[in-house]
C-alpha cells in the first residue's frame, strides 16, 4: 500500500508532504484546481514518461518520493529480493526530472531505470483513468483485462513460451523448405572436401617435416660433399685441425712445469680436443645416414604437391589444412544433424504444435469460464448504472489453425445498452455517456479479481450522476474495505462515501498560482461535500443532507 508521497517543484505544486491512508480516500476540489496532478506525480514515479512541461516554471527541476509498505505484498518482496533492492517490507522510489526534460530514477536508494519502476508498479498499485474507455476499444486490451480477470498468467506465459518454441521451429522447416535443394547441395561439398581431407590424413606439422626433408633429401649430394670434407679438415688430414691442436697442447704441456699458470689454456684446449672429435664423429654419423635417394624424394615431392593442391583449393597455407579439416568436419556436423533433416524438423514442428495446441485449448477454456462471470458481473453493474434491461457479453471464437503468443482465441466485447436492441461491439456504442458508464461497470467488476493492494480511480464517475453515483460510491467504498483506494471525484454521492477525505485548492498570488492539498476534518468534510452539491449559497438543508449522505455511509 502507498504511505507517503513527497512533491516539490512539480506542475504548480510548490511543495507537498501528505500521508495516503488505508481504506477509501477521495481527493475533490474546485474545476481547475488540479486534482489529477496526485494520479499524475504517482504515475510518473511508477515509470510513466516524462518531459520538461512537468517542471515547475521557474525551477530547475522536480521532485516525487513515494513510500510503498511491501510486507503484505509478496510478489513486490520478491521482486525486490531479487533485484538486490529490499529494504524489510519498506521501498522508496524516487524520480527527479530536470528542466531540459532529462530524469532519473532510485528505488530504495539505488539507481533504476524506468523499467523496474514500471515493473515493480505493476506489482503494487492499478491506475484506472478517466479515458480508460479509449483503450477498451482495443482488441488487446480487451483480451489483457479477461485474462487479469481470469487470473492465469502462469498459463498465459506457458502458453506464450509454447508458442515461440513452435514459431522457431516453424521459421527454420519453412526456410530450409525454400532452401532444401541448396542445403543439399553445400551438404554434398561438404562431404567431398571433407572425404579429401581425410584421404590426405595430413598429420599436425608434417608439412613442415616435409618441406625439411625434401630439401635435405634434393640437396643430398652437395650436403655429403660439404659434410666429408669438413670431417676430413677437423680429423682426418693430417694437416687436421686437430692434427695442429694436439701439437699446441703438446708445447704448452712442456712448459706447465716451469708455470703452473699455464694450467687454466691447457684444460680448455684439452676439453676443445674432445669436442673436435665429437664434431668429427658426428659427420660420421651424418654422412651414414644421408643417402641419395631418388624414390624417396619423388614420394615427397609427390605427397607436397597433394597438400599444395588442397591447400590452393582453400586458399590457405599446406600447414593450415589439419585445422580446415576440423572447422569442415564441425560444419558438416551440423548441417547433417536432425536440425537440418527435414522428415525429423517436421516431425518436431508438429510435437511443439501439439504441445502448443494443448495448452492454449486449456486457455480458452478458461477464458470461456471468467468471460461468463466477468460478463454476469458487468450486466449487473449496468443495471446498477442506470442502464435497465442492458447486457454486456464477451464473446469469444477459438479459430484451432491460429498460432499466437496469446493464444487461439478472437475476444470482443459487445454490448446492447437498452432492451431489444442487439448486442454490438463495444467500439460502435454511440453514447459517450453510455460508454463511459459500462467502461465504468468493467472497470469495477474487474477491480474485484485484482489482487493488487491499491487502486486509484481518476475521474472514472464523468458523465453519470443522482442514485448512479451513489451506487459507484458504494461500489467504490466496498473495494476499499479490503485495499487502498484512491479516487478523484467531483461527485458528492461518491466523496460521501470514502473513508478519508483530500481537498485540493488553488492559491493565486500576483505572481504565482500554486496547488496545494489539506486533509478534511469530519466538520470540513460535511462543508465539501454541501459545496460539492451545488448552489450560490451553502444553506443548512444542504449542509444537513452532506451531513446524512457522510453518516449513512
Given at each position: 500500500m502507498l504511505t507517503h508521497i513527497h512533491i516539490r517543484h512539480f506542475a504548480i505544486i510548490e511543495e507537498l508532504d501528505l500521508e495516503l491512508n488505508p481504506g477509501m480516500t477521495v481527493l475533490t476540489g474546485e474545476t481547475g484546481a488540479g486534482k489529477s496532478i496526485l494520479i499524475d506525480a504517482i504515475g510518473l514515479v511508477l515509470g510513466d514518461r516524462a518531459d520538461s512541461s512537468t517542471v515547475k516554471h521557474g525551477c530547475d527541476k522536480a521532485e516525487i518520493t513515494l513510500s510503498i509498505d511491501v510486507s503484505q505484498t509478496a510478489t513486490a518482496e520478491q521482486w525486490l529480493q531479487e533485484q538486490a533492492l529490499d529494504n524489510e517490507g519498506e521501498c522508496i522510489l524516487r524520480r527527479v526530472i530536470s528542466a531540459n526534460g532529462k530524469s532519473r530514477a532510485w528505488i530504495n536508494g539505488s539507481p533504476s531505470n524506468l523499467s523496474m519502476l514500471r515493473q515493480l508498479g505493476e506489482q503494487v498499485v492499478d491506475i484506472h483513468g478517466q479515458h480508460e474507455h479509449q483503450s477498451l476499444m482495443k482488441k488487446d486490451m480487451q483480451r489483457q483485462l479477461l485474462d487479469e480477470f481470469a487470473g492465469h498468467q502462469t498459463l498465459l506465459e506457458q502458453t506464450r513460451h509454447a508458442w515461440q518454441q513452435w514459431h522457431t521451429?516453424?521459421?527454420?522447416?519453412?526456410?530450409?523448405?525454400?532452401?532444401n535443394a541448396e542445403h543439399l547441395a553445400k551438404l554434398d561439398l561438404l562431404k567431398f572436401q571433407v572425404d579429401e581431407l581425410e584421404k590426405l590424413d595430413l598429420q599436425d606439422?608434417?608439412?613442415?617435416?616435409?618441406?625439411?626433408?625434401?630439401?635435405?633429401?634434393?640437396?643430398?649430394?652437395?650436403?655429403?660433399?660439404?659434410?666429408?670434407?669438413?670431417?676430413?679438415?677437423?680429423?682426418?688430414?693430417?694437416?687436421?685441425?686437430?692434427?695442429?691442436?694436439?701439437?699446441?697442447?703438446?708445447t704448452l704441456e712442456q712448459q706447465l712445469a716451469l708455470d703452473s699458470d699455464l694450467e687454466s689454456p691447457l684444460t680448455l684446449l684439452h676439453s676443445a680436443q674432445i669436442q673436435l672429435q665429437e664434431a668429427a664423429e658426428e659427420l660420421r654419423h651424418y654422412l651414414d645416414k644421408l643417402n641419395l635417394d631418388p624414390a624417396r624424394l619423388q614420394q615427397v615431392e609427390t605427397r607436397m604437391a597433394q597438400m599444395q593442391d588442397l591447400a590452393r583449393k582453400h586458399r590457405i597455407e599446406a600447414h593450415e589444412l589439419p585445422q580446415k579439416l576440423a572447422e569442415l568436419q564441425q560444419e558438416l556436423t551440423i548441417l547433417d544433424s536432425d536440425d537440418y533433416n527435414l522428415d525429423t524438423l517436421e516431425a518436431r514442428l508438429q510435437e511443439a504444435a501439439t504441445d502448443y495446441h494443448k495448452l492454449a485449448g486449456k486457455l480458452s477454456q478458461q477464458r470461456q469460464q471468467a468471460a461468463k462471470k466477468l460478463s454476469a458481473g458487468v450486466t449487473e453493474a449496468m443495471q446498477q448504472l442506470s442502464m435497465k434491461g442492458g447486457v454486456f457479453e464477451i464473446q469469444l471464437s477459438t479459430d484451432k489453425q491460429k498460432f499466437s503468443a496469446s493464444g487461439m482465441d478472437d475476444i470482443s466485447f459487445t454490448v446492447s445498452a437498452n432492451p431489444g436492441q442487439p448486442l454490438k461491439p463495444l467500439v460502435k456504442v454511440a453514447s459517450g455517456g453510455?460508454?463511459?458508464?459500462?467502461?465504468?461497470?468493467?472497470?469495477?467488476?474487474?477491480?474485484?479479481?485484482?489482487?493488487?493492494?491499491?487502486?486509484?480511480?481518476?475521474?472514472?464517475?464523468?458523465?453519470?450522476?443522482?442514485?448512479?453515483?451513489?451506487?459507484?460510491?458504494?461500489?467504490?467504498?466496498?473495494?476499499g474495505e479490503g485495499r487502498q483506494v484512491l479516487c478523484v471525484t467531483h461527485l458528492p454521492q461518491v466523496a460521501a462515501q470514502a473513508h478519508n477525505h483530500y481537498k485540493v485548492t488553488k492559491i493565486k498570488s500576483q505572481a504565482d498560482t500554486q496547488t496545494g492539498i489539506v486533509t478534511l476534518s469530519a466538520e470540513e468534510r460535511i462543508h465539501e461535500v454541501a459545496r460539492m452539491m451545488g448552489g450560490v449559497e451553502i444553506t443548512d438543508s444542504t449542509l444537513a443532507l452532506a451531513r446524512e449522505m457522510i453518516d449513512n455511509a
Open positions: 521451429l516453424n521459421e527454420r522447416y519453412q526456410n530450409l523448405l525454400t532452401q606439422d608434417e608439412a613442415e617435416q616435409l618441406e625439411e626433408e625434401h630439401s635435405r633429401l634434393a640437396n643430398a649430394d652437395q650436403l655429403m660433399q660439404a659434410a666429408g670434407a669438413a670431417q676430413q679438415q677437423i680429423y682426418e688430414d693430417e694437416q687436421s685441425v686437430y692434427s695442429a691442436l694436439g701439437s699446441v697442447v703438446q453510455e460508454l463511459s458508464r459500462i467502461s465504468l461497470a468493467i472497470q469495477m467488476i474487474a477491480a474485484q479479481k485484482v489482487t493488487l493492494p491499491a487502486l486509484i480511480f481518476d475521474e472514472v464517475d464523468t458523465g453519470i450522476g443522482g442514485g448512479t453515483a451513489e451506487v459507484v460510491g458504494k461500489q467504490l467504498r466496498k473495494l
